[in-house]
T-cell receptor
Framework: NAGVTQTPKFRILKIGQSMTLQCTQD?????MYWYRQDPGMGLKLIYY???????DKGEVPNGYNVSRSTTEDFPLRLELAAPSQTSVYFC???????????FGSGTQLSVL | KNQVEQSPQSLIILEGKNCTLQ??????????LRWYKQDTGRGPVSLTI???SENTKSNGRYTATLDADTKQSSLHITASQLSDSASYIC????????????WGAGTKLIIKP
């Protein structure tokens, strides 16, 4: 039971490149979230999903896209990477909105 | 504007000592308050979740308090251990937040031997 698995752990992109951050869960939780964490700041919600086929924007969705074709997977797509997207990205899952979240170990992304 | 503020920003204490971390929030209407522990290079891990009616909740050596009237919470760590070195993050959920949690910036705690 791995919980929440994120790949890759580290990535360096050039400005304008694209990439997909992968998130997979084996806990069968409906709710999945993508957050970014910048130094000295609280986590910011990028996108979330309440179940397969349903996604919605969070606080900071610009420059990102997501899909949720299965319960297990919730990939985050960066198109035309910009230096402002340099951050640590966390995927999280939850059984309901009132219960605790379980986080992956994060992806450190640098855009140069 | 919904906000969560934590103090202090950072704290250094000796192993075995106790400490208290503070969280003030201006989130309304309030649903629940959570404390997470985040080790360096790892994702946050849940410590407690408290609803409006709960004013104290313990998880081992961690005790969280909540005063919904003054919109303040504290996390007390007893008999600190080196493994307690981490960032502690206060998170508040609003009733109509559309699944969004308001995250504090965290208190970085360093335990010295």
């Amino acid at each position: 039971n791995a919980g929440v698995t994120q790949t890759p752990k580290f990535r360096i992109l050039k400005i304008g490149q694209s990439m997909t951050l992968q998130c997979t869960q084996d806990m069968n939780h409906n709710y999945m979230y993508w957050y970014r964490q910048d130094p000295g700041m609280g986590l910011k919600l990028i996108y979330y999903s309440v179940g397969a086929g349903i996604t919605d924007k969070g606080e900071v969705p610009n420059g990102y896209n997501v899909s949720r074709s299965t319960t297990e997977d919730f990939p985050l797509r960066l198109e035309l990477a910009a230096p402002s997207q340099t951050s640590v990205y966390f995927c999280a899952i939850g059984r309901s909105t009132n219960e605790k979240l379980f986080f992956g170990s994060g992806t450190q992304l640098s855009v140069l | 504007k919904n906000q969560v503020e934590q103090s202090p920003q950072s704290l250094i204490i000796l192993e075995g000592k106790n400490c208290t971390l503070q969280c003030n929030y201006t989130v309304s209407p309030f649903s629940n308050l959570r404390w997470y522990k985040q080790d360096t290079g790892r994702g946050p891990v849940s410590l407690t979740i408290m609803t409006f009616s709960e004013n104290t909740k313990s998880n081992g050596r961690y005790t969280a308090t909540l005063d919904a009237d003054t919109k303040q919470s504290s996390l007390h760590i007893t008999a600190s251990q080196l493994s307690d070195s981490a960032s502690y993050i206060c998170v508040v959920s609003a009733v109509d937040s559309n699944y969004q949690l308001i995250w504090g910036a965290g208190t970085k705690l360093i335990i010295k031997p």
